[in-house]
């Protein structure tokens, strides 16, 4: 039988397939942005359980759905339909581009569904000759097999056998790299409005409107990948209300649940009506329960209050790291959006990134890196002010350690 003494960080080498390498901690109780350890040790969550927990850890209004939906009905499967599942649609229709939603179980199925509404789109529409998906290097888009080959780190899809076809890479703000690539072949281009998982890279707001343009002069759809950014973390509901354009299929997951989860591939009517019933599917896409809870944190997090207040906060995070960096002259640059922030390590620095992870661990810290060299914020989006500047504080102390080690 389990106990803590037997359920420990060993016990994950011994029972779990080797693809992570977690943390020695292992939480067992978090309240907002605070976390508590199986030894009762405190860390502040500047993490977020990488961009989901929008607000903190067992927010009432989260925990209150949870509890309320988990009395009425927990599954039914798409035989039938639920009320969470069509209140939270109407919702996420309402408020953004998209008449119809999908609904999904994580970033990756909602990325696989937007590849596969793109593909039959262009064939019903256009013939069997546009089938070519253009995505960018260092981009990011899950883990199955047609989303990490779309993604753009090789490393990610190589050794697995044949791949998926037809898909191109640009550089990421190189609108000439997509010129290169795109034709009247394109059915679609797949990015993210700030790539988070490859460096917390924004893009200028030239690239994203000419990448727009050439979609619509070759008739390729726009799929934007706004799994990290959506629900609120850049400091709009969603990051393209930001960039002054609209995509024509977006995908919105991890924060969509605020921990419970779900993703969700959203398009207009129009696009939407090539996937007909039995085209694409998911047992458990639109469970009642993930929507209900995704209800919550969708409409809490859609306040202007929330929103203004993660510009707010971003600005105490940016103030907080360059004051940290005007003291230690680690980094080369604070850069991202709202609460999705990149500290980037300098030359000196280079491939540290995990080891300023480590030394925070041990300060009482959670942080998260992007890549070898860039340390990486994604906190609570409502996070007290008090908690930004103890962890920064903490995060302080880290910086030193190794500054002076
Ligand atoms: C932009 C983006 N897309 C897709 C994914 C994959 O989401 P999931 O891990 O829920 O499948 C991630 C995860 O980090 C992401 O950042």
Known sequence: MSNQNTVNRELFDEVMVPNYSPSAVIPVRG????????????????????????????????????????????HLSNVMTNEPALRLAKNITDNTFADKVYFANSGAESNEAALKLARRWALDVHGADKTQIIAFKQGFHGRTFFTVTVGGQAAYSDGFGPKPGDIFHAEYNNLESVKALISDKTCAVVMEPLQGEGGIVSPTDEFVQGVRELCNEHNALLVFDEVQTGVGRTG????????????????????????????????????????????????????????????????TVNDP????????????????????????????????????????????????????????????????????????????????????AEGLARFEQAVAKIVNA
């Not at 999705?340 to 041990?362: H, T, W």
Request: charged share 20%; hydrophobic share 45%; net charge neutral.
């Open 31 to 74: 309240e907002g942005s605070r976390v508590w350890d199986q030894e009762g040790r405190e860390y502040i969550d500047f993490a977020g359980g990488i961009a989901v927990n929008c607000l903190g850890h067992c927010h009432p209004a989260l925990v209150n759905a949870l509890k309320d939906q988990a009395d009425k009905i927990w």
């Open 236 to 299: 709009d509901l969603y990051a393209y209300m930001g960039l002054g354009i609209t995509p024509d299929i977006l995908t919105t997951a991890k924060a969509l649940g605020g921990g419970f989860p779900i993703g969700a591939m959203i398009t207009t009517t129009e696009i939407a009506k090539h996937l007909k019933i039995g085209t694409h599917g998911s047992t458990y896409g639109g469970n009642p329960l993930a929507c209900a809870v995704a209800e919550a944190a969708f409409n």
């Open 305 to 388: 209050q929330v929103l203004n207040g993660v510009k707010e906060k971003a600005k105490l995070y940016v103030d907080g790291l360059n004051a940290i960096n005007a003291k230690y002259n680690v980094f080369s640059e604070i850069r991202g959006k709202g609460l999705l922030i990149g500290a980037v390590l300098n030359e000196q620095y280079q491939g540290k990134a995990k080891d300023f992870l480590n030394a925070a661990m041990s300060e009482g810290l959670m942080t998260l890196v992007a890549g070898a060299s860039i340390v990486r914020f994604a906190p609570s989006l409502v996070i007290p002010n008090k908690d930004i």
